[in-house]
């Protein structure tokens, strides 16, 4: 265990004082924290922006879709393109759409099947993507107590060998290195808050924007079952 030296009444009581003045394992567990902390702010900032812009891509693709386009020429216009959002599921649907057309489906049921397992696993995809890295924060808010408690419990036990050491047993003296270690949970707190806040606000935030493209998804396919129907009861109306 290593031995802290305490701090004499005039040292640095600041915060980076604090850090400096702290032992190797306290230090470890500080920088480790703030690594965590920056990174945290990172993957906050970064999906507010990614969150703003999907809202913002589905509010247009609802309006060229419902704008009355045709399919086919929307179709044509995405599908050269990198898209996301609905615009990944109409790529999806309309794909498998025309691949069972060229290859001549006859079974509607099968192929409505199809076109909604290509637009789940579209929607799959997508919900993945805006929830990528929200598990980080999650164990940040979860560990980042418990990690600060730890660097306390290590910077108390070799403030109080210190004491022994020293038998000094002054306040002014036992202070500073007291409160080096509870510097410790105090960086785990402001890693854990923000990112516990963050999971929460911005799980929800996927989860609206998941079931928007679910709800489209829904849409989509009744507007293709409806097709379907009338491209197979074209035939029997031309044979009978």
Request: proline letters at 2%; a neutral charge; aromatic letters at 8%.
């Amino acid at each position: 265990m290593e031995t802290a030296v305490l701090a004499a009444p005039g040292a640095d009581h600041s915060i980076w004082g604090l850090f400096m003045q702290a032992g190797l394992v306290v230090k470890l567990v500080m920088l480790g924290l703030i690594v965590a902390s920056v990174w945290t702010w990172a993957i906050i900032i970064d999906k507010i922006i990614a969150y703003k812009r999907m809202n913002l891509a589905l509010n247009r693709f609802e309006q060229v879709f419902w704008s009355g386009q045709s399919l086919e020429e929307l179709y044509r216009t995405l599908s050269d393109r990198k898209t996301t959002g609905m615009g990944s599921i109409f790529v999806a649907a309309m794909r498998e759409w025309k691949k069972s057309f060229e290859k001549g489906a006859k079974s509607p049921i099968a192929l409505q099947s199809r076109i909604d397992k290509a637009m789940d696993l579209a929607v799959t995809r997508e919900a993945e993507e805006m929830e990528s890295r929200l598990g980080y924060l999650a164990s940040i808010g979860s560990a980042a107590p418990f990690i600060g408690l730890f660097g306390t419990v290590i910077g108390i036990m070799t403030s109080f060998q210190a004491i022994a050491s020293s038998g000094a047993t002054n306040l002014a003296v036992v202070a500073p290195g007291i409160a080096e270690a509870l510097l410790a949970t105090a960086l785990g707190l402001l890693a854990a808050i923000p990112a516990t806040i963050a999971y929460n606000k911005l799980s929800t935030d996927a989860g609206k924007l998941a079931s928007r493209m679910e709800g489209f998804s829904d849409e989509f396919s009744a507007i293709l079952s409806r097709q379907i129907d009338e491209r197979v009861a074209q035939p029997q109306r031309a044979a009978a």
